[in-house]
């Protein structure tokens, strides 16, 4: 029997009387994941790096499925479909060398690189996917190779955070062994040798935590148990247990996740399996509603985790009867093998403070609270130039971005504008510090309403959304967003 207790925190300039409260059981830790295959996150996915993350996340889900024999005829068709069109639009971003570009008049990239090949590899299993892409992919990244073992880097990492003291080479080296082993390219072949020899001399450089984790994960590959050994007790001596760490969420989820893979890569021990269980739940609780993460890369690792712990670890079998208290309510769920994937739901009376959750049986059980409401929140400077609006025209909006940066690094770059459900999506691929930044967006309104309501621009790292700014936009405008 398992029991704990869970507080919810409601702001307290929510909107009078739009509050509700609902809790829902699951017996799968991806219930809500399968359930949203294709729209776990509402992000554009105008790049290379974006689609392909789709695209790995839906390969990973389908392989936990078939695994696991819950794979319905339904859920295959939709994810087959989702496939077979993130494979058709990756093909636009495909160079004539088999490597890969952010964009489509991108420079070649070399993590893009491996982590296509990967994903393809993988969803040969339920689509097809012309082996010379694959083949083209690998031996471009094998040309990259320098005599040291480590690959050049080409492109840019899709992440500031992710680097440190540690060199882009290393971690980049990293991803692409990892990458090459997953395809079932064995250890001691030439090219995964030497780069396991470039990746030795850091396994005692600690100055980046992502790249320690990234490192533990490749050598659980390599089976190489001495370097995992010394990795992984290195993470286990710098965990945060309690409390919240400095650093983005995404980031820390794909730390988390690159760790949980390495604990799972190998034959579990106990400690293993305790430390692998608190990392999975604090997962769980960093997951949307919707199933998926902040961005495309910290929701592709944790998923990838997440259906690797699942499939080796979890009870198949068994049920369990799940309880939710509060002082005015009551509710009672039986979890088993006919219903695992479904999600029991039902209404909260009590709309805010303490449940007590009590469960016990012998399979998993997933318990979430969900609290909606509306509140006045945003986030707005004043138009500090009056007096420089845009030059007005009937039917028509322009509007300028002053944006400037304190953190993000040098050069400037629109590198790709979309429309997608009513938005349009700007791409800046990097913003130079202090320098303001002009782009133009035509908008033409075609039809005339009356009670206009405002609407708002919103800059933010798509790969640490909670870096954001926001401004509400009534009228034509010059708009001023700082990061």
Known sequence: CLSEKLETHIPNNVISGCLKAKVSVSGSILSRSVENLGDLLYLPYGCGEQNIAFMAIDTYILHYLQKTHTLSQETKKKGINYLTTGYQRQLA???????????????????????????????QSFIYIDPKIIEEARKWLECQQRDNGCFKVSGKLYNNYIRGDVPDEVTVTAYVTAGLLETNIPADNPVVKKSLSCLKDYIYDFSNTYTTALLAYVFTLAENWEARCKLLNYLDSVAIREGESQNPRSLCVEISSYVLLAKVGDSLSEGDLSCSLSILRWLIKQQSYYGGFESTQDTAVAIKAMTLYSSKVLNREGSSSVTVSSPTDHLSFQVNQNNKLDHQELVLQGLKGKYWLRAEGTSCSVVQVTSMYNFDHLRIRDNPYPNLCTKTHSHTLNI?????????????????????????????????????????????????????????????????????AQLSVQQITRLQIWI
């Open 400 to 468: 300028y971005l002053n944006v400037f940066s304190s953190q993000l690094k040098k050069g400037v770059l629109v590198s790709n504008v979309e429309h997608k459900d009513g938005h349009v999506f700007v791409y800046l691929q990097e913003l130079q510090k202090d320098i303001p930044v002009f782009h133009e967006l035509e908008m033409i309104q075609e039809y005339e309403v009356q009670h206009l309501r405002p609407s708002t621009v919103t800059i933010y790292d798509y790969y640490c959304p909670s870096k954001t």
């Open 93 to 123: 971003y495909r160079k004539k060398t088999g490597a890969f570009s952010t964009f489509e008049k991108g420079e070649e990239n070399t993590w893009l690189t491996a982590f296509v090949m990967v994903t393809f590899y993988k969803a």
